[in-house]
């Protein structure tokens, strides 16, 4: 059985013995039932895993004693931003979930002209609380030792005008570029853009170029937001990543 991984949010360097979050102790203690004496493996978002053995179970707090601590990264070299414009329903969910699985640093959801999702100030803040608990129990089921940032939403332009050193990359049908063949190579990282379920605007897509933004293109099929994300990461793994 394969020994189950929890997140927990404060440093557990030099730790000895803890209370799981609320969250946890209810997953640990409720759902799989696990009882004293069974083993955990925790950890910070340090890069590093901390072996446990449970120490207490009641019903509202598990206790674990840590044994040890190991570095024990899971990162890819290549470092990705995604600025992925808000899909409706579960599709941003399932683009938060993969992407981290395939080993994006930082997601910020982003407003477009054609974004269909309308969210006032409250659910904004509910939203981004929900999408890191997704990005969180990504990294517990593949792995992962760091937490990527789930960052707050940002109008596409502000996004776009951002400056970091990143090769700036925006999918487009008519793009000259495949990601296998970029006109540079991304030793800074990637920043990537993907719009919505209608696609960019006219002036948003000249709005990218004026910002340094290279078009590039999937293949000769239009694919959905979701799927986009998820191929585009995949590619740049394989080309210029751990994949």
Same mark, same amino acid.
Not at 70 to 97: A, C
Not at 182 to 203: A, K, M
Not at 216 to 229: D, H, Q, Y
């Given at each position: 059985?394969?020994?189950?991984?929890?997140?927990?949010?404060?440093?557990?360097?030099?730790?000895?013995?803890?209370?799981?979050?609320?969250?946890?102790?209810?997953?640990?203690? *409720?759902?799989? &039932? =696990?009882?004293?004496?069974? %083993?955990?493996?925790?950890?910070? !978002?340090? /890069?590093? #895993?901390? $072996?446990?053995?449970?120490?207490?179970?009641?019903?509202?707090?598990?206790?674990?004693?840590?044994?040890?601590?190991?570095?024990?990264?899971?990162?890819?070299?290549?470092?990705?931003?995604?600025?992925?414009?808000?899909? *409706?329903?579960? &599709? =941003?969910?399932?683009?938060? %979930?993969?992407?981290?699985?395939? !080993?994006? /640093?930082? #997601?910020? $959801?982003?407003?477009?002209?054609?974004?269909?999702?309308?969210?006032?100030?409250?659910?904004?803040?509910?939203?981004?609380?929900?999408?890191?608990?997704?990005?969180?129990?990504?990294?517990?089921?593949?792995?992962?030792?760091?937490?990527?940032?789930?960052?707050?939403?940002?109008?596409?332009?502000?996004?776009?005008?951002?400056?970091?050193?990143?090769?700036?990359?925006?999918?487009?049908?008519?793009?000259?570029?495949?990601?296998?063949?970029?006109?540079?190579?991304?030793?800074?990282?990637?920043?990537?853009?993907?719009?919505?379920?209608?696609?960019?605007?006219?002036?948003?897509?000249?709005?990218?170029?004026?910002?340094?933004?290279?078009?590039?293109?999937?293949?000769?099929?239009?694919?959905?937001?979701?799927?986009?994300?998820?191929?585009?990461?995949?590619?740049?793994?394989?080309?210029?990543?751990?994949?």
């Amino acid at each position: 059985m394969r020994i189950p991984r929890i997140y927990h949010p404060e440093s557990l360097y030099q730790t000895k013995t803890c209370l799981l979050t609320e969250d946890a102790a209810n997953h640990v203690g *409720r759902v799989l &039932r =696990m009882q004293e004496g069974e %083993q955990l493996e925790l950890f910070d !978002g340090s /890069n590093h #895993i901390y $072996p446990a053995v449970i120490k207490q179970v009641n019903k509202k707090s598990v206790e674990v004693e840590i044994q040890d601590c190991q570095f024990d990264s899971h990162e890819s070299h290549l470092k990705i931003h995604l600025g992925q414009v808000i899909s *409706r329903g579960e &599709r =941003m969910e399932f683009t938060i %979930q993969k992407s981290v699985e395939l !080993g994006v /640093n930082v #997601i910020t $959801p982003l407003w477009s002209e054609r974004c269909g999702v309308k969210l006032d100030a409250e659910r904004m803040d509910k939203k981004i609380q929900q999408w890191q608990k997704i990005a969180i129990a990504a990294c517990e089921q593949c792995g992962r030792n760091v937490i990527p940032e789930i960052r707050p939403m940002m109008k596409l332009q502000d996004w776009c005008a951002e400056q970091d050193g990143m090769l700036k990359l925006n999918l487009h049908p008519r793009a000259k570029y495949s990601i296998k063949n970029l006109p540079e190579i991304p030793t800074e990282g990637v920043r990537l853009l993907i719009g919505s379920e209608g696609g960019l605007s006219p002036q948003e897509i000249e709005q990218t170029e004026k910002q340094g933004f290279t078009e590039v293109l999937l293949g000769k099929r239009v694919l959905r937001t979701e799927t986009a994300s998820l191929v585009a990461i995949t590619a740049l793994q394989v080309s210029f990543g751990d994949l």
